[in-house]
Nanobody, 122 residues
Framework: QVQLVESGGGSVQAGGSLRLSCRVP???????WAWFRQAPGKEREGVAV???????RYADSVKGRFTISKENAKNTLYLQMDSLTPEDTAMYYC?????????????????WGQGTQVTVSS
């Protein structure tokens, strides 16, 4: 099973920015790539998704603040996070799927990373 590896998490003050990266081995064999997050005591939620055509979708809570992108030549998925708030504090996971649909629902993804922690202080 493909193992994804996230990096770029950390601690930042409200209003700040972070960029998460995710190495996706064999990226060209996947069709959808996404970022999810899970805060303590909450369910895992989809944050952003991008498909092989570059079409993106975002959760309403991050729309206009987060940007998902990918660089096939580097087998890397990114999540640029701006205007961060304490409500964005969570463990962030990248995920990949070899077939559509490209959704923000976790059950459709079959490859996951171990997660990277993002903490936003007020």
């Amino acid at each position: 099973q493909v193992q994804l590896v996230e990096s770029g998490g950390g601690s930042v003050q409200a209003g700040g920015s972070l960029r998460l990266s995710c190495r996706v081995p064999g990226m060209s064999y996947s069709y959808c790539w996404a970022w999810f997050r899970q805060a303590p005591g909450k369910e895992r939620e989809g944050v952003a998704v991008i498909d092989s055509a570059g079409i993106t979708r975002y959760a309403d809570s991050v729309k206009g603040r987060f940007t998902i992108s990918k660089e096939n030549a580097k087998n890397t998925l990114y999540l640029q996070m701006d205007s961060l708030t304490p409500e964005d504090t969570a463990m962030y996971y990248c995920a990949a799927s070899r077939s559509p649909p490209c959704t923000l629902v976790a059950k459709y993804y079959d490859a996951w990373g171990q997660g990277t922690q993002v903490t936003v202080s007020s």
